[in-house]
């Protein structure tokens, strides 16, 4: 920093590009010391397991980038004596120029306030499955202003944070993601339960998605003049794994029914009047 304290009072304006430059390339390199800090960190709890750690850390970095390009913009300023002067008039009128700034700028101040907000009391995380006005998927990233969900279809969803501070959201993930998933199957009364229970409980253990460490279960759901309605229930760990269990539990046992025979109810085919 020498270099810059020998510079001429007339050579301002290369003594506050010098400046900078300097404070760039501090504040580039701060950042990339708290990107390779976090991401050792993350690797170190786990980042699927504790998602909490994820979300917090990931705003206090962006916190952290806005504070040093604030600080790098009004130093800077700071060298030019006609910017100096312009911020004493601005402080003495700091009440009016706070209320027009607010007023112009409130739903940027209420998104900012409502991301770290999200961040820390962390109704939802970064990696939860949510449901939000009738939209599910996995929330991808939480910035300061927006937050952006994934859906199932491969969709992006930006949803401004102050939206979200006041929406109702469900959220699958928060304290167990396991998923509930159900498959219905159709059978005629000729068919013996037993078998049909037999055949979807074993058919349902060969699932991809099924959580093995629980239970699978089996139950009739509803009587019909035509037929006799099961219902197949099983868990999968996580939600979005829910959505292909439930295929996955169709197809499979439509399968072994097939294979076994089961007597299926008849459907009557209309036919078409000449």
């Known amino acids: ?8 009072s007339h050579d301002i304006p290369a003594r506050a590009i010098g400046v900078g430059v300097v404070l760039f390339l501090a504040a580039g390199l701060v950042d990339f010391l708290l990107q390779m800090g976090f991401a050792r960190t993350l690797r170190g709890v786990q980042t699927s397991q504790h998602p909490d750690v994820a979300t917090r ?4 970095r962006r916190l952290t980038r806005v504070s040093l390009w604030l600080l790098t913009l009004s130093l800077v300023a700071s060298n030019f004596e006609t910017l100096r002067t ?7 009128s700091a009440g009016v120029a706070g209320v027009i700034v607010g007023m112009a700028a409130r739903s940027t101040f ?3 306030i409502a991301g770290m907000q999200i961040a820390f009391t962390q109704p939802i995380r970064v990696g939860d499955v949510v449901n939000i006005r009738s939209e599910t998927g996995e929330v991808e990233d939480i910035t300061l202003t927006y937050t952006f969900i994934k859906t199932g279809d491969n969709r992006r969803l930006a949803i401004p944070n102050d939206v979200l501070s006041s929406e109702v959201i469900r ?3 928060l304290r167990d993601p396991s998923s509930l998933a159900s498959a219905q199957f159709s059978v005629a009364y000729a068919a013996d339960l ?10 349902a253990k ?12 089996f139950g009739v759901s509803e009587l019909t003049d035509a037929a006799v309605h099961v219902k197949l229930y099983a868990w999968a760990k996580t939600p979005m794994a829910g959505f292909d269990l439930a295929g996955q539990l169709l197809e499979t046992g439509v399968r072994a029914l097939q294979q076994a025979k089961v007597p299926l109810p008849v459907v009557a085919v209309p ?4």
Do not use: F, P, R
């Not at 850390?57 to 206090?60: E, G, H, N, S, V």
């Not at 312009?86 to 003495?92: H, I, K, Q, V």
């Open 86 to 92: 312009l911020g004493t008039t601005l402080l003495a």
């Open 206 to 217: 060969t699932c991809a998605a099924l959580d093995a460490s629980k239970n699978v279960s």
């Open 57 to 60: 850390l990931a705003l206090i």
């Open 110 to 112: 209420a998104n900012v």
């Open 271 to 274: 036919v078409a009047k000449a």
């Open 1 to 8: 920093m020498d270099w810059l304290t020998h510079l001429e």
């Open 194 to 203: 037993s078998q049909v229970k037999e055949l979807l409980l074993n058919a």
């Open 171 to 173: 959220n699958y993930s």
